[in-house]
């Protein structure tokens, strides 16, 4: 009903039924829309958390997996203790015999989160206990990542798309794989503050405002305390910043935005401890660096061109380019000799070179989320999202905007490293939602229009209506048929944790093993805490 826009209510009034007939003077006729895409948003958020809570109805209020229960145990500490001695937590009990300095070897994001939320909530006299605020910390910024989206949506195309891409991450298995509740882990707030970098960068670029670019430096540092997946953003960003050059769309408002951006962004990343110095002399850093460093020259010739003839312009560009390669090249290569540049990780050479690993570094490829991704996997987390991205990506070239082309940029960065990682299909789960959203907006867009008979200005062909009403249907089935494979996967494959198991008898009828929590129990009550 989204695509008939205003004439939504009017569609029903054809039918002998006005849904808002009953609010004449409540409802003005203008601010209808408004009012449907509010309660289509609300119905969202609701769906995003409720479809989360598969684990908790069947096997109680629980953490799952393990690095969970280590996060768990460290939030408990931080609001008994206060942040200041948690920083400065030196843990006996982790890495043991040697103990573990928190501080400096964890994300603290996801813990600051959930204690924020457990203050918050007892300071407006909710009791509520910490291990439901962890619990529940997932599902709820799930719902918070759906909101994120429409907004990236509507920035990259309209409204419509917002709604859809919404709708689509709400309940895409990709995501949901990692934000069921009592998955209380780093990626449960890292996707939720990656789609908010994007969006705020986006919007920074459009509007040339350093408000914007602020804002997105604020959820950048939110994201580099929450997930070391952080280094996807600081190399994905310089990427699109170096296309929008050499495709000649180089513009005042992306100077503004990626150097207030870059120039911020570095100096409250290295805030977290366990980041350190690592933005100014890791490897991975370095692109980000020396895209900074080019737009600043690419805007300092552009500023002599204004100024000089061609000929002495030309003559000091090849001056200046030679010095500054010159000067780079042997920076670089001194600064590397050195040590101070410290090489990529292993697991970044293994994002690069899918075979580096197995080669170098057994330990890395042996574990089972390292592995390269199926086409079976694919299809098990996108469903038929998998056919619409390359349709997404057809409607985003046929309108190249500087919008259009960072999300073409993420999309095809995210597919190649979910092809080479099966954990990072999180990371390609919402650019997925967003081209799917793109062709299924664009397509029932088209189509609504000629069902109703309605021609626009640059409509040079009719199609029958028995014909667009065929591929309504047909988009209408395949997203009926997207509900029902989203919710069945989470139903049956993400919503078990690890220390709870269960079986179906030979009646259909399911069986809960419940030993490992129970031995954990008499073990606790009946030995000593040492």
Known sequence: AEYMGRDFPVCFVGMGFDPFALLPFVVPNDKRPILLKALILALIYV??????????????????????????????????????????????????????????????????????VYW???????????????VLLAPWMASNTAMITY????????????????????????????SVAGSYDNEAVAIFALLWTFSMFVKAVKTGSMFWSAIAVI???????????????????????????VTGRYSNRLYVAYSTFYTLGTLLSMQITFVGFQPVYSGEHVAAFLVFAFLQLFSFVLFLKSHLSDTSFKRLVFLVVASAGAFVLIAASALSATGYIAP????????????????????????????????????????????????GMYFLFQK???????????????????????????VVAPVACVMGAVAVSSTLKTYMRFLRGVKSKKQTESVPKEVAGFVVLGITFLLIMYVYHCTWVTSEAYSSPSIVLSARQGDGSRAIFDDFREAYYWIRHNTPDD
């Open 47 to 116: 769906a995003a958390f409720v479809c989360r809570l598969f684990s908790i109805l069947r096997y109680e209020s629980v953490i799952h997996e393990f690095d969970p229960y280590f996060n768990f145990r460290t939030t408990k500490y931080l609001i008994e203790q206060g942040f200041y001695d948690f920083h400065n937590w030196f843990d006996t009990e982790s890495w043991y015999p040697l103990g573990r300095i928190i501080g400096g070897t964890i994300y603290p994001g996801l813990m600051v989160t959930a204690a924020m």
């Open 219 to 245: 959820a950048y540092f939110y994201m580099v305390s929450a997930w070391g997946g952080y280094i996807f953003i600081i190399n994905l960003l310089p990427l699109y910043v170096l296309t929008l050059i």
């Open 151 to 178: 907004y990236l949506g509507k920035e990259i195309r309209d409204e419509n798309t917002g709604l859809v891409a919404a709708a689509f991450i709400a309940i895409v298995p990709g995501y949901i794989s990692r």
């Open 400 to 426: 190249p905007t500087d919008a259009n082309i960072f999300i073409i940029i993420y999309g095809m960065t995210s597919v190649y490293f979910a092809g080479v990682m099966v954990r990072l299909m999180l």
């Open 344 to 391: 990529w990780t292993g697991r970044f050479y293994t994002l690069l070179d899918p075979t580096y690993a197995k080669a170098h570094i057994p330990i890395i490829s042996s574990v089972s989320e390292h592995q390269p991704t199926t086409w079976s996997s694919f299809f098990f987390d996108l469903h038929f999202l998998t056919i619409l991205f390359p349709a």
């Open 120 to 134: 918050t909530l007892h300071a407006l006299h909710l009791t509520v206990d910490i291990r439901n605020v962890c």
